[in-house]
């Protein structure tokens, strides 16, 4: 017994060192600040630590998919709290002092709760963080400087707050940085010259914030980009020829530029890009032959502009191509015998003066279409009233209307219906694609929708719908459906006989909540132009209606004075992209009433201002064809100072500034 004494001590001796190493303590200080915080945020039903120590082993609050989530690092004599994460759970209140007490964090993950205030200078203290994300939150106030304290961070995310002020110039010594998110954050002024010291930087989102100047030429040393999307700002062109170098783009979206042109002559070795959208850029010149050899991009949008020339045959090579937007320019000659390549899903050319045929495939399955406003030879058309129309658009004889109309009534992405005033409403409830345009039965009305929504998880749609209730209107069933768009959404009143009309618009927010939830954070911001004219700008539905599931009309007067009507929502950018979803944006209407009060003469039609039911154009298939093409022609070549014609300028000369 006397010789297994020595082992039977060294056993125990181990023993104990082992109980000690795995009974490591988080710093009483910590723990204290830890309750503290779950106790202001009302969390101690999700994660209570009243007896328990923050930093034990295997706890299930460490795990990476754990919400609330705290983990530690005790490596040393006592464990540190590290990461802490309590994302999308609906916290309320400003940033309390016990967070910064918490000095070893490396991970603060506070995204998309309801948090508000300024955000505490002691901010700066937490040397070690890494990665910070305050993003879809409501703080407010200046965006603080000694953010600029927190070199080693790697992340930083402030988007989708109400900040005010510029950005700091101190966030320029993060040296470390590669992902910085502050679209929609609401900082405004130039983008600070400190910032071309972020050489480390791959993705930066600053999309509609009210930044001014011109576009820095500094980003052109940014060569670690990858994705950079600046849309919906006040900055101005022209797009520097540094991008050149920024060659491990792949996705750049850049958007709403004014003041001088831009060209495509940066394009040169970016061969990694998926996505490129230029759209609204006031990009000018020709779209260059070394697109065709951006083997990878999946998404091309040059819409907008004022590009000339011919379409290149070289974008005929793009293979992974599914998206194909360049409508509203300025491009003439034929479409590329072989453009439609195997992947792709939509292709606009709309008002351009393009000419010709269509091109091979154009009836291949998954493929939409719109050549609505060019000379395109569309003979094949499946649609026979877009042919109608199409046909009249390139003749060289005005068409005629004899049996106009004095009204017509959409129900935007929703099926018949009649309002408490005996109104009818047109079925609209046919779906649209990426690049869409359909006319109504009556031949009445039609409509034209360009874009996609990029990454929106619930798909393709183009129309949104509710089941609740809508209030402010004894029409709640009006409301419960509406036409969305990414890009460009035009309604047409066809056929309608020359003077002052009556133009309603019906919206309601049925898709961003107004709740108390960070999913009431949204905003959805868009411009309205009705015969070329902006009458709205940066209309938002549910501010001006006083909340979500809120009926609000608008109602502007217009002339008619070549038997068409247009109105156009268009999204410039603005706006937040993705509360609740990724993917929520863009322009939304619920319904349109268009009706006659005066005559071209002058005469009062007011015993007719609220018209009940459509007058229907009572003529065979064949003359339908032809009214529906006549007053797109009569659009066209119609050149008179009352009027913007669509083509020429409707609506570019408000969009391209």
Same mark, same amino acid.
């Given at each position: ?55 034990? *082993? ?30 999308? !759970? ?12 918490? #000095? ?40 603080? +400087? ?71 030429e500094f980003f052109g040393t940014l060569t670690e980009l990858a994705d950079l999307r600046l849309q919906g700002t006040l900055l101005e062109g022209p797009i520097p020829r ?10 750049? #979206? ?12 940066? !394009? ?10 230029? *759209? ?58 072989? $453009? ?10 709309? @008002? ?64 018949? $219906? ?19 345009? @359909? ?39 009006l409301y419960k459906t509406a036409r969305i768009s990414p890009s460009s959404l035009r309604y047409y009143g066809l056929g309608l006989k020359n003077g002052k009309y009556r ?25 309205? @132009? ?19 599931? #809120? ?40 319904? $349109? ?24 154009? +009572? ?13 797109? @022609? ?11 014609? $669509? ?9 391209? #500034?």
């Amino acid at each position: 017994m006397e010789l297994l004494r020595p082992s039977l001590l060294l056993t125990v001796s181990l023993s104990l060192l082992q109980l000690v190493s795995a009974q490591t303590s988080t710093d009483p200080a910590e723990v204290d600040a830890l309750n503290k915080l779950i106790d202001y945020w009302n969390l101690r039903s999700k994660i209570n630590l009243t007896t328990i120590d923050p930093c034990t *082993r295997n706890a299930s609050w460490a795990s990476e998919n754990a919400n609330p989530r705290v983990a530690c690092d005790c490596t040393g004599n006592s464990c540190h709290i590290t990461h802490l994460k309590i994302y999308a !759970l609906d916290i309320v209140g400003e940033l309390p002092s016990e967070l910064f007490m918490l #000095r070893k964090l490396m991970d603060l993950n506070l995204g998309q709760n309801v948090l508000n205030g300024s955000i505490p200078a002691e901010i700066g203290q937490l040397s070690n963080m890494q990665y910070l994300s305050l993003g879809i939150n409501n703080f407010t106030g200046q965006v603080p +400087t000694v953010l600029g304290n927190l070199t080693k961070l790697i992340s930083l995310s402030f988007s989708s707050n109400n900040f005010f002020g510029p950005l700091p110039k101190e966030l320029g010594k993060l040296t470390s940085l590669q992902q910085l998110y502050i679209d929609s954050s609401g900082v405004t002024g130039s983008i600070p010259q400190e910032f071309a010291n972020l050489k480390s930087l791959r993705i930066l989102w600053a999309s509609d914030n009210l930044f001014t100047g011109k576009i820095p030429e500094f980003f052109g040393t940014l060569t670690e980009l990858a994705d950079l999307r600046l849309q919906g700002t006040l900055l101005e062109g022209p797009i520097p020829r540094s991008f050149r170098a920024l060659n491990k783009l792949e996705n750049l #979206r850049i958007g709403d530029l004014s003041a001088e042109d831009s060209t495509l002559d940066f !394009l040169e070795s970016q061969k990694s890009l998926s996505i490129l959208s230029l *759209r609204n850029c006031r990009v000018s010149g020709k779209i260059p032959d070394q697109l065709g050899t951006f083997a990878k991009l999946q998404l091309l949008d040059l819409s907008f502009n004022k590009l000339t020339g011919q379409i290149p045959t070289s974008l005929q090579d793009l293979s992974m191509l599914q998206y194909l937007y360049l409508g509203n320019n300025n491009l003439s000659g034929e479409l590329p015998v072989n $453009i439609i390549a195997p992947n792709l899903i939509a292709l606009d050319v709309s @008002y351009n003066p393009l000419s010709g045929n269509l091109p091979r495939n154009f009836a291949k399955g998954g493929l939409s279409m719109n050549v609505i406003g060019s000379s395109i030879n569309a003979n094949n058309l499946q649609d026979g009233k877009a042919l109608g129309m199409m046909q009249c658009l390139h003749s060289n004889t005005k068409c005629s209307n004899k049996v106009p109309s004095s009204s017509f009534s959409i129900k935007c992405g929703g099926t018949q $219906i009649a309002s408490a005033s005996g109104i009818e409403f047109d079925d609209d409830s046919k779906t649209l694609e990426a690049a869409s345009f @359909y006319t109504s039965s009556g031949n009445q009305w039609a409509v034209s929708n360009t874009g996609n929504f990029i990454s929106n998880p619930n798909g393709p749609l183009y129309i949104a719908q509710t089941d609740s209730q809508i209030t402010g209107t004894l029409d709640s069933e009006l409301y419960k459906t509406a036409r969305i768009s990414p890009s460009s959404l035009r309604y047409y009143g066809l056929g309608l006989k020359n003077g002052k009309y009556r133009i309603d618009l019906h919206f309601a927010e049925i898709t961003m909540e107004d709740s108390l939830s960070w999913k009431g954070l949204g905003r959805r911001v868009f411009d309205v @132009y009705i015969q070329g004219e902006r009458v709205l700008q940066d209309f938002n539905i549910q501010k001006k209606a006083g909340g979500s599931k #809120r009926a609000l009309v608008k109602t502007f007067e217009a002339n008619v004075t070549n038997t068409i009507v247009e109105i156009h929502f268009f999204w410039a950018g603005k706006g937040t992209c993705c509360i609740p979803f990724q993917g929520t944006y863009g322009p939304l209407v619920s319904a $349109i009433h268009a009706s006659q009060v005066s005559t071209g003469n002058g005469s009062s039609k007011g015993d007719k201002k609220h018209v009940g039911k459509i007058v229907g154009i +009572t003529v065979g298939c064949a003359a339908a064809l032809v009214i529906i093409s006549s007053v797109f @022609y009569l659009w066209w070549t119609k050149d008179s100072s009352s009027h913007i014609r $669509i083509f020429t300028d409707s609506p570019k000369q408000n969009l391209v #500034r």
